[in-house]
């Protein structure tokens, strides 16, 4: 199981909301796969299944192009037409498409959820990996507090799946949830606006290491 512990390379996925950006959409996707992370999840829920489709098939020869890996999220037709590898669900979607499809068809699954409880439903559904939130206050759910760093303790501790965290995340707070069990971190603003996605993943990984 992958581990962001101390001393090492931090894990980050990309979570997209083009809704976000300040420069065109696949403009920053590629600044984004060339700087560093780990996966890039495209998660544009507002579109409809076609203009997703459309939109994907573009993202996956991104990804492929640059050797990062790419997931499709919520759409898995389209990530079946696009070529995608891998699909990034809720816990309730999982639940939906293994009974629609016991047999794999992804080379890896995974899904979000929000309790330990949910974790080890989508590990037993055969999630291969989770991400959990929101651990710190954020824009995208204002007035709702964080779950904080107990939660991912708890999370972390109930699978041994990895665990992503996500949520409000930034060089500032990273360091407060490296002991918390989780292999790494999700960026979904932080990268959709930075107008130099590489040096904000690496003032991730001073800030994680950091003594």
Known sequence: MENGSEGSTLP????????????????????????????IVLREK????????????????LCQLYNVKGTLHSYGNAALRAGAESLHLS????RCWKKEHPEPLFKCLGASVHSAEEAEEAE??????????????????????????????EVSSAVSIPVYAIGGINVSNVREIRDCGIAGVCIMSGLMKARCPELLTASLQ???NFE
């Open 91 to 94: 816990v309730e979607g999982l």
């Open 206 to 208: 001073e800030a994680w």
């Open 12 to 39: 980050i996925i990309c979570v997209t909301n083009r809704k976000l950006c300040t420069a065109p959409f696949m403009e920053q996707l590629e600044k984004i796969v060339r700087s560093g992370i780990t996966r």
């Open 124 to 153: 037993m559904l055969g999630a291969d990996y989770i991400i959990a939130g929101h651990v710190f206050p954020t824009e995208c759910k204002k007035g709702i507090p964080g779950r904080g760093a107990g939660f991912l303790r």
């Open 46 to 61: 507002d579109l409809s299944e076609m203009e997703y489709t459309q939109l994907a098939e573009k993202f996956v020869n």
